[in-house]
């Protein structure tokens, strides 16, 4: 346990604030984190910060959980400020939040992706199921890829992991990464479908395997097909019985509703076509080069071209 005084926080350097506390440099090796004493609750609302709501027993099982952890550190002490809970230590890192490396090169891009999966997928493997994966939680430390703000006890350490926090951690995670590689930039209006797409796979195949698709789907080779409501069914069965394509239905202009995409996804299937992704046509290039290697095709009518 640790004891410090209001003044002993001001000659610290800021590191960082989000939501529920502000992060604080102690020296080099160690940062603070204290909790703000309170907080606007959704709706707009003054309320006591939840994090102070002490609970040594939730805090024991998250240090014992994360003991084994090879790749994210849990909380190392608790902090008291005149005789009261104010939060907890944890080791400083040096790098930069995910949010600032937005714009390194592809390949750096991948690897932080790559390694952020690694880590999501050791928490998970030790009962640890963060829900508020987002590009401001996590940053590097001498390179290497640290989840952060993992201290939220009240609902990051479900006592039995359901699978809701199963899904909700593994598709924010999926989020985090889209939002990452700026996918959303061009596919806001497909968030709907991409999380009812997401929500199929992941209960189909097991939490990370549709993510991990996702990844390797941006460095292999894919052939993506881009269908729209003029492309002949018939003719796209065919196509899909003899080679390997990824369906992308596109329509013109910016007028569906969510519940038009999710009407979509259900039209194909009952053709046994299961869609990819579905988005505006003025962003298809912008998709094309979003993917690694990738060739492009499109069915126009019954016409297949090939576009990349
Ligand atoms: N261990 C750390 N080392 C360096 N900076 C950190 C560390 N933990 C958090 N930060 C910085 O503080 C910010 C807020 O921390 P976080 O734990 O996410 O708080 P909150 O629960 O309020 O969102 C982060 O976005 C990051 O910039
Ligand atoms: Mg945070």
Redesign the pocket.
């Known amino acids: 346990m640790i004891s410090i005084s209001k003044e002993d926080l001001q000659s610290m350097e800021c590191?960082?604030?989000?939501?529920?506390?502000?992060?604080y440099?102690k020296d080099a090796n160690t940062?603070f984190?204290i909790y703000?004493t309170q907080l606007y609750d959704p709706y707009g609302k003054m309320v006591e910060n939840p994090?102070l709501r002490f609970c040594q027993a939730r805090l024991d099982r998250l240090k014992h959980r994360g003991r084994n952890l090879q790749y994210t550190?849990v909380w190392q002490d608790k902090i008291y400020m005149d005789h009261k809970f104010a939060g907890l230590s944890?080791?400083?890192?040096?790098g930069d939040?995910l949010f600032q490396l937005m714009h390194q090169p592809y390949d750096v891009k991948m690897r932080l992706a790559k390694e952020y999966v690694r880590n999501s997928k050791e928490l998970t493997s030790h009962g640890i199921y963060p829900m508020?994966y987002k590009l401001?939680?996590v940053?590097t430390?001498a390179g290497e890829v640290?989840i952060?703000?993992l201290?939220?006890f009240h609902t990051k350490v479900p006592i039995v992991p359901t699978p809701f926090h199963k899904s909700a951690c593994v598709f924010g995670l999926h989020e985090t990464l889209l939002s990452f590689f700026e996918e959303y930039d061009y596919a806001s209006y497909g968030i709907a479908v991409r999380n009812e797409l997401m929500r199929k796979r992941t209960y189909a195949e097991g939490n990370y395997r549709a993510i991990e698709q996702y990844l390797s789907s941006k460095e292999e080779p894919i052939k993506f097909l881009f269908i729209d409501s003029e492309s002949d069914i018939k003719t796209l069965q065919n196509i899909l019985t003899e080679e390997d394509y990824q369906v992308i239905y596109t329509f013109p202009r910016m007028i569906l509703r969510d519940d038009d995409f999710l009407l979509l996804i259900d039209h194909y299937s009952t053709f046994d076509i299961s869609l990819y992704d579905i988005l505006f046509l003025c962003y298809r290039d912008l998709y094309l080069n979003n993917f690694h290697m990738t060739e492009g095709y499109e069915l126009h009518e019954k016409q297949l071209i090939k576009i990349k």
């Open positions: 590191l960082g604030s989000g939501l529920f506390g502000t992060v440099r940062a984190k703000h994090a550190d944890f080791p400083c890192y040096d939040l508020d401001n939680n940053m430390n640290k952060l703000d201290d939220d």
